[in-house]
C-alpha cells in the first residue's frame, strides 16, 4: 500500500510535545515529521466535533487541504469517571489559557473530594488522504486512577497525575530508556496501529 511518501508525514498539530512523540518513533522509520509549525503561519482550528475521532478529522483535513498531502490528525483527552468522563472532548477548551501545572491543579482540586478516581486517556489518530478519497481512525485507551498529587518530572498534558496502579507510577515517572511510556501510551499506541495498516 503505497499511500504516503516514504521520507515526509505531516501531522495536525502545533504542540512540540506531540510532535516530539511521533519523532521518537518515526524517524528511526525514515520518514520526515512535519506539523503546522514547518507551514511558518499560525493555524487554530475550531474542535468542535462530537466526538475525539471527528476532532481528530477535522485537524486532519484541514491540514491535508493545505499541504495537499496526505495527513494525520489527533485528538486526545482525560475522561474523569467521577464527572461523567469530563473533560474529555472538551479538554483543549476547558484547559483555555492555563499551563499543563495550572490545569492539572485544577483537577486534583475537583477530585478532593471524590471516592472514585478512575479515568481513562483516549487518543484518536485520522489518516487523510484527500486525492484518493481515504479516511481511515484508528483509536487507542489507557485505564488509570487520578493521583493525589503531582508526581514525576516530566510535565507534558496528565502525565504527573495520571497513574497506573499496576506499575505504581504515573505517566511523568516512566522512563524512556525503559520504553515504558510508548508501550502504554495511547497516542503512541495509535500511531503502531496506523503504522501496521500502512504496512498492510
Not at 495520571?162 to 508501550?183: D, H
Request: aromatic content about 12%; hydrophobic content about 40%; proline content about 4%.
Amino acid at each position: 500500500m503505497n499511500l504516503l511518501s516514504p521520507k515526509i508525514l505531516w501531522i495536525a498539530t502545533n504542540n512540540q510535545d506531540k510532535e516530539q512523540e511521533f519523532k521518537e518513533i518515526l524517524h528511526p522509520l525514515g520518514w520526515t515529521v512535519k506539523t503546522f509549525r514547518d507551514l511558518k503561519k499560525e493555524f487554530e482550528i475550531v474542535e468542535n466535533g462530537n466526538s475525539f475521532a471527528e476532532n481528530a478529522l477535522i485537524k486532519a483535513r484541514t491540514l491535508a487541504k493545505i499541504t495537499k498531502q496526505p495527513c494525520l490528525g489527533e485528538d486526545s483527552g482525560l475522561c474523569l469517571t467521577a464527572f461523567h468522563n469530563w473533560p474529555g472532548i472538551y479538554t483543549k477548551r476547558a484547559k483555555g489559557n492555563l499551563t499543563n501545572k495550572q490545569f492539572n491543579q485544577l483537577i486534583l482540586a475537583a477530585m478532593k473530594e471524590k471516592k472514585n478516581r478512575k479515568c481513562i486517556f483516549v487518543s484518536v489518530l485520522a489518516y487523510v488522504d484527500l486525492q484518493k478519497k481515504i479516511e481511515k481512525i484508528f483509536v487507542s485507551s489507557a485505564k488509570g486512577v487520578v493521583s493525589k498529587k503531582f508526581m514525576g518530572k516530566n510535565d507534558f498534558g496528565f502525565d504527573p497525575i495520571f497513574y497506573f496502579p499496576q506499575l505504581k507510577k504515573t505517566y511523568a515517572q516512566l522512563t524512556s530508556q525503559e520504553c515504558e511510556k510508548n508501550k502504554i501510551s495511547p497516542r503512541i499506541q495509535c500511531l503502531r496501529k496506523f503504522l501496521r495498516w500502512y504496512k498492510f
